[in-house]
């Protein structure tokens, strides 16, 4: 069956327009220095060289759409008006292992679809992925057990 160069190019749009949510909830959630920022970054940037090497512009538009809505999420409410909730940190790195999960998709999708690029490698890609999965689900544990500490599960239900 013939891959539809329309259907990857809309899905590579797609994975491209998340990733700079991605990109950015990462920076706040862990710190724009932290090196899984960073690594989150540099997938961005593997997947816009893929899309180079497909001739698949990325979708402005959508890219507009998604930083948006990143930025709405910011207002989530989360007990708290005008100081940062520990339950943001929680949130926030449960919508970032989502996204990490997604990136992971993307990468074994394009395996399983046959597709080869130069001097990229799909298997380290998915393998960085699950590991930086692990790390954030680490993290997210963490900041659970810090904002959940002092409740006694006595409350009503």
Do not use: C
Not at 34 to 41: C, K
Not at 50 to 58: E, F, G, T
């Amino acid at each position: 069956m013939p891959m539809d160069d329309r259907l990857l190019s809309i899905y590579l749009r797609d994975h491209h327009a998340a990733s700079a949510g991605g990109v950015a909830l990462a920076r706040r959630a862990v710190g724009p220095d932290h090196s899984l920022a960073e690594q989150i970054a540099g997938d961005r940037e593997t997947l816009e060289r893929m899309m180079r090497q497909l001739d698949v512009a990325p979708s402005a538009t959508k890219v507009g759409l998604v930083r948006m809505a990143e930025l709405l999420g910011r207002l989530k409410l989360n007990g708290r008006l005008f100081t940062r909730s520990p339950l943001s940190r929680v949130v926030e790195l449960e919508m970032l292992l989502v996204g990490i999960r997604g990136k992971e998709a993307l990468w074994t999708a394009l395996q399983s679809a046959g597709l080869s690029f130069a001097s990229i490698d799909l298997d380290a890609l998915a393998e960085s992925a699950r590991a930086q999965g692990r790390e954030v689900d680490e993290l997210r544990l963490s900041a659970v057990e810090n904002t959940f500490r002092d409740v006694d599960g006595e409350g009503e239900s």
